[in-house]
């Protein structure tokens, strides 16, 4: 078991297997020691986080739904890496999308559901530059989806 997953561990989280694509594109591209991680949407097991930010859904929620993106994430560094999660050097940027009224202002806290996870889980390597944008609507009604850029040996 890697560093990062006996963090993951000690916190309460076991890696699913990486989800698979919805469509026609790849979970991933490796370019150098740069991978690109599609945007995992807020998908616990089988069950859709669906909801809208400001409409029917709280910060809390959508915090919570943020999370869950997070651990798809690493889910989806761990199988780009063969399975040896430790070959992770830095998440280097996430883009998230609130899926949000439009006047809902707060997609940041919504996204520091993955933030926080992802420095508590990492620690240093877990440091990130992100943005968190509104978007009126996400695929299949969920209330947060979220991409990423991250270092790998």
């Given amino acids: ?12 989280v076991t890696l699913p297997e990486a989800p698979a694509p919805a469509a026609n594109y790849v979970p991933y591209v490796q370019a150098g020691d740069m991978l690109y991680v599609s945007g995992q949407i807020a998908k616990d097991g089988d069950t ?13 929620a959508g915090a ?3 999370k ?6 690493l889910a989806q560094v761990k199988a780009a890496c063969g399975g040896d999660l430790d070959r992770l050097v830095r998440v280097v ?3 998230g999308f609130v899926n949000s009224t439009a006047d809902f202002t707060q997609q940041p806290a ?9 420095g508590d889980a990492l620690g240093d390597a877990g440091k990130h530059a992100r943005a968190a944008v509104s978007a009126p609507s996400l695929p299949f009604g969920v ?3 979220i991409d990423g850029v ?4």
């Fill in 93 to 95: 940027k996430l883009t």
């Fill in 143 to 145: 209330a947060v989806e």
């Fill in 1 to 12: 078991m890697s560093q990062f997953e006996k963090k993951l561990a000690e916190m309460g």
């Fill in 150 to 153: 991250f270092q790998i040996r």
């Fill in 48 to 60: 859709l986080l669906t909801g809208k930010l400001g409409h029917d859904m709280d910060v809390e």
């Fill in 68 to 73: 869950v993106c997070a651990i798809a994430l």
């Fill in 110 to 118: 919504v996204i520091n559901g993955a933030s926080d996870f992802i």
């Fill in 64 to 66: 919570a739904a943020a």
